[in-house]
């Protein structure tokens, strides 16, 4: 796959998004105050030669200010995403870990994972790398994430370029419900979904299934792709402690 540039994403072919204003509490947390080294610190643990300049040194403060400052609740939510995103279980988020875990996805789907749609979910993924992880100049490390780092990438990702993070979220949730849609009606069947988190997200069915009432508010038996959108989107942005859709992943 050639690398993508920083582009626009592509629209989705749905209206439905969710914005949520970030109004969290103050302080710095642990994750947050490890995102803060600087000096010789932070050139060995980037793995850089080059010390970060106090620009740079600048920029990183102000992101883990804003990682810090945000609902606790997110944070939480951030974290299981790690989890979920750390294919190889080595402790850092990498992009080869998110096209691992599509790859994944997509071998339980209708297409396979040499389908056409698995080659546009991959390229949208290496797309969302790009514009929210190697863009900024306040990465430390835009190879890997440790989950502090990821934390403050996905603090930053909604606080400040929401609209394309939004669009992001759109883009990919609207190609892994298609892939997932094998007969192409527009809803997701439970045993399927359910078969679905197990296969690719290593979930228990416990997990799926407490992911699954979390997508679903209408017909307990199946989910339209406005729902699961909604679900996906307020997991990533929302900030209201009794919203099923917290559990989208299962746990916290």
């Known amino acids: 796959m050639s690398e993508l540039q920083d582009e626009e994403p592509a629209e989705s072919s749905s209206e439905v998004t969710r914005r949520s204003v970030l109004r969290g509490t103050a302080g710095l ?6 995102f803060l080294v600087s000096g010789p610190e932070a050139t060995a643990a980037s793995g850089s030669d ?4 106090p620009a740079e040194v600048a920029s990183q403060l102000a992101a883990a200010k804003i990682a810090a400052d945000q609902n606790p609740l997110l944070r939480h939510k951030q974290l299981r995403a790690f989890e979920l995103l750390d294919v190889d279980g080595d402790g850092f988020v990498t992009k ?3 096209v691992s875990l599509a790859r994944r996805f997509a071998a339980f789907t209708e297409g396979g994972v040499d389908g056409p749609m698995t080659g546009q979910l991959i390229a949208a ?21 440790s989950p502090q780092d990821f934390v403050v990438v996905m603090a ?7 609209d394309k993070t939004l669009q992001y979220i759109g883009l990919i ?11 192409g009606d ?6 399927d ?27 307990p038996e199946r989910a339209t792709y406005a729902e699961v959108l909604l679900a996906v989107t307020d997991f990533v942005t929302g900030v209201n402690p009794a919203s099923p859709s917290n559990l989208a992943l299962g746990r916290l």
């Open 29 to 34: 947390t642990v994750g947050a105050a490890a």
């Open 50 to 53: 080059i010390a970060p300049t």
């Open 96 to 98: 080869a870990d998110t």
């Open 125 to 145: 993924i290496g797309q969302m790398w790009n514009a929210l992880v190697a863009k900024p100049k306040w990465v430390p490390d835009t190879g890997r994430l």
């Open 156 to 162: 930053n990702s909604v606080a400040v370029t929401p």
């Open 173 to 183: 949730t609207n190609l892994t419900f298609t892939m997932a849609d094998a007969d």
């Open 186 to 191: 527009g809803v997701l069947q439970r045993e």
């Open 193 to 219: 979904a359910i078969r679905l988190g197990m296969a690719a997200a290593n979930e228990t069915r416990e997990e799926a299934e407490t992911g699954w009432k979390a997508l679903v508010t209408a017909d």
